[in-house]
Each structure stands twice: as structure tokens, then as C-alpha cells.
């Protein structure tokens, strides 16, 4: 159960475009469309962004999106602002019927 | 509202054990699969067991496999998360979360708890 591969960190002004990557492997992202993504303010409990890949649950803003190609899926936000500095982590189902989360990664707004 | 509150949390002697619990409500807690996750102190997310709207399946980290049973009660809205020989590095927040689908599990979680922490310490 290796851990997905996020960046570490991004960065972006307000109102540009960031994706943030997340890479596993046949097993896990590229096998399955049970990526899913999450955003997590301090001291707050983490907020699903993105489901199945690309789903945008209700109440999520359109500025963010998902996608995936081969073992690699990405979240984009468009249209940065301030309030969307935080960690983001994605998830994925694998084949041992277990989950197992990225390392997260930290947006700067700058 | 939708709502999982968990509890149960403190402070531990390692081989020692915990029970931490998830009340739902606000939902047909009956229909949903269930996760425990946990973030250690300056970590990132760590999946720990999930278990499906009916109980017959059950799945856990390699992490915790053999030391923590998660288990629910329908009938009392409650999940529950039994944890044994606890080691250092079981410390860290826990949290409870719902799937986003009725019936079978589809691996996201839409509805969290607040967390409750465990530290494990001498």
C-alpha cells in the first residue's frame, strides 16, 4: 500500500489555473475510476472535491475539475482565490479492495 | 443535519487498547459504507478500515491489519473502531466518514466527522 505521488507543494496567483498531479500505478489510479480528491483547511475536517474521477459534488464550485490518464490523475482549479489555499489530498481504490491516499500536497496562493 | 460525530479518544499507554466510536445521524446510516481515516501530528491522510452498509465486509490498512477491528451497530447508528496494542504511531486524529452511495461502496467520502484524537504514549 505505497502511498500515491503528489507534489509537494504549488503554487498560483489569483485568478490563474493549477493542477495538481497524483501518480500510482495499474493497481490503484490507472486501474479503477475511484480517484477521488480532497481539500483540507487547519484544524477542519477534510472537504471531498472531487469524486469518481471527475465528479463534482453538490455545492463544490465548478473552478474545480478532474481527469485522469493512464496511472496519473489530476485536480485543476481554475480561477484561484484566496480561500482555495490548503492541502489537497487525492485518494484511490486499489486492487486489494483497500484505499490508499497521496502524500497531499500544499497550495500557495500568492 | 447529516452528522458523525466520533468519541472515544485520549490518551493510551502503547499495548494497550481504545474504542473509538462514530454516531451518525441525519441519515439511513443502514445504507452506507463507513471509513475510519487518521492524520498523525504534521502527516498527511491515512486510510485505516472501511466497512461496508451491511457489515459482511470489512477491509484494513496493512498498517493496523490484526490490531484494529472496525465494526457497527445499525440498530444504534453507531460505528465503532477497536484498537489493540496500540503503538506510538497510531497517534493522530481519527476520523469517521460516510461514502457518497447508498449500497455499494464507490470510495469517496462525502460526510466527515469532526475526529477525535488518539495519543499513545508512556
Known amino acids: 500500500q505505497s502511498a500515491l505521488t503528489q507534489p509537494a507543494s504549488v503554487s498560483g496567483s489569483p485568478g490563474q489555473s493549477i493542477t495538481i498531479s497524483c501518480t500510482g500505478t495499474s493497481s490503484d489510479v490507472g486501474g479503477y475510476n475511484y480517484v477521488s480528491w480532497y481539500q483540507l483547511h487547519p484544524g477542519k475536517a477534510p472537504k471531498l472535491m472531487i469524486c469518481e474521477v471527475s465528479n463534482r459534488p453538490s455545492g463544490v464550485s465548478n473552478r474545480f475539475s478532474g481527469s485522469k490518464s493512464g496511472n496519473t490523475a489530476s485536480l485543476t482549479i481554475s480561477g484561484l482565490q484566496a480561500e482555495d489555499e490548503a492541502d489537497y489530498y487525492c485518494s484511490s481504490y486499489t486492487s486489494s479492495s483497500t484505499l490508499v491516499f497521496g502524500g497531499g500536497t500544499k497550495l500557495t496562493v500568492l | 443535519q447529516v452528522q458523525l460525530v466520533e468519541s472515544g479518544g485520549g490518551v493510551v499507554q502503547p499495548g494497550r487498547s481504545l474504542r473509538l466510536s462514530c454516531a451518525a445521524s441525519?441519515?439511513?446510516?443502514?445504507?452506507?459504507?463507513i471509513y475510519w481515516v487518521r492524520q498523525a501530528p504534521g502527516k498527511g491522510l491515512e486510510w485505516v478500515a472501511i466497512?461496508?452498509?451491511?457489515?459482511?465486509?470489512?477491509y484494513y490498512a496493512d498498517s493496523v491489519k490484526g490490531r484494529f477491528t472496525i465494526s457497527r451497530d445499525n440498530s444504534k447508528n453507531t460505528l465503532y473502531l477497536q484498537m489493540k496494542r496500540l503503538r506510538a504511531e497510531d497517534t493522530a486524529v481519527y476520523y469517521c466518514?460516510?461514502?457518497?452511495?447508498?449500497?455499494?461502496?464507490?470510495?469517496?467520502?462525502?460526510?466527515w466527522g469532526q475526529g477525535t484524537t488518539v495519543t499513545v504514549s508512556s
Open positions: 466518514a460516510r461514502d457518497t452511495t447508498e449500497g455499494v461502496a464507490d470510495y469517496g467520502m462525502d460526510v
Open positions: 466497512i461496508w452498509y451491511d457489515g459482511n465486509n470489512k
Open positions: 441525519g441519515f439511513t446510516f443502514s445504507t452506507y459504507g
